[in-house]
């Protein structure tokens, strides 16, 4: 397994380890659902979404999240397992993209009375993400 994935998997563990020791239903369903999408620079699937947070559809979060924020997410369609159908899977492109996520999640847990995100694991999954500025 390449470094980037193993890190990913990693930072994205702690964070599940982090909002386990909070009650799963203090956390509201679009901060879940942003976390998610957050923690997976390999992109998320509608059905992912909403396996992973315990929701009913995955579907509107990544557009209210674009919304929101004024960005565009990566879409591809994948087709099923079972040949029928297909789902998106949203992907954030950049690293600047995921900063302005990470902070409207941290917004949000603020006004829940939440703890933010730590700030360690939030730099070790940004740190995935390619930076759109250029290098000189």
Do not use: W
Request: with cysteine.
């Amino acid at each position: 397994m390449p470094e980037k994935e193993k890190a990913a998997l990693q930072s994205s563990t702690t964070l599940n380890q982090q909002r386990d020791s909070i009650n799963m239903k203090q956390i509201p369903k679009a901060i879940r659902a942003y976390e998610q999408i957050l923690k997976s620079p390999q992109g998320i699937t509608e059905n992912e979404i909403l396996f992973r947070c315990h929701l009913s559809s995955g579907r509107n979060y990544p557009t209210k999240l674009e919304r929101e924020l004024g960005i565009t997410l990566y879409r591809v369609k994948e087709p099923n397992p079972d040949g029928i159908g297909g789902h998106l899977r949203y992907r954030i492109i950049s690293r600047e993209d995921a900063e302005k996520v990470a902070q409207l999640i941290n917004n949000k847990r603020h006004q829940h009375k939440l703890p933010p995100l730590d700030p360690v694991i939030l730099s070790n999954i940004l740190a995935l993400y390619p930076s759109n500025q250029t290098q000189e």
